[in-house]
């Protein structure tokens, strides 16, 4: 008698279960059974805090339309971009800087996409008097040479030299384009990223620095480059015309030639949309 209850009960159980299923079944949106969610496409573009802005706001404009894709923007710096990408570990490294001759040795595939031009701003506290700097000064100043502000011209102040770290594209071409690879004073105080410059340059009336163009707004003052004895500000018009001396490009590198999500979102940037967040940014253009 309890093996027959047994039985009937476990035949009650399983038919309410099949019904529930039928059921379930039945509610769909009655265009056929529930398909699962599509997979997201996702890339990620790391390196340089210079092409960060661009990198970073092109690719939210890229996937507002186009939201089956994902791409993860970081920083870190030019060397982490270009070992990551050659690596790897990310489908686009930024660099504010050409390749090293021991990164083309080890990553011989890596292609570079030149996505804006930029230069690089000496800037100085909103305070401080001095005018325009020959690139044999800023030279003089950041080995340690000149270590008071009047020896320029300035006021009387000792200089507080601010700089970027070993992993910075922006350092790089400084150090190759105005201290002709001669070595920084070692009281430099070196900086992860151009904003951390830029702040530290704003809230240190003694001190000195270098941010690319994007980084320059009212907290800071940006200083003229003499040029054969006709200073020179840095922007985007004087980048473009070739009169600034202090100017680069801006690069991301692909791991061989790009291909699906990376080739599309490459493209984007180069497109009008893109190139006008370039300039929004205080870039320049390169299409």
Known sequence: MKTMKST????CVLALLVG?????GCMGTGDGPTQPPEARESI???????????AQLTADLFMDTHPKTEIQVSGGGSSVGIQAVGGGTAD???????LKDAEKTQFPDLVSHVVALDGI???VHPSNTVGPLTTAEVKAIYKGETVNWKGV??????????GRDSASGTREFFHDSVMEKEDFVATQLEKNSNGAVQQTVAQTPGAIGYVGLGYLDGSVKAVPIEVNGTPVDPSVATVT?????????LNMFTDGEPTGVAQEYLDFILSPDGQRIVEEEGFVPVQ
Do not use: H, K, N
């Open 8 to 11: 009937i009960l476990v035949g």
């Open 20 to 24: 529930a299923a039928l059921f379930t």
């Open 44 to 54: 990620s573009v790391t390196g340089s805090t210079t092409v960060l802005p661009i």
């Open 92 to 98: 686009i490294g930024m660099a504010s800087r050409d």
């Open 121 to 123: 701003a000496l800037i």
């Open 153 to 162: 011209g300035g006021p009387d102040e000792t200089i507080v030299v601010v």
């Open 241 to 249: 015309g070739g009169q600034y001396p202090i100017a680069r490009s």
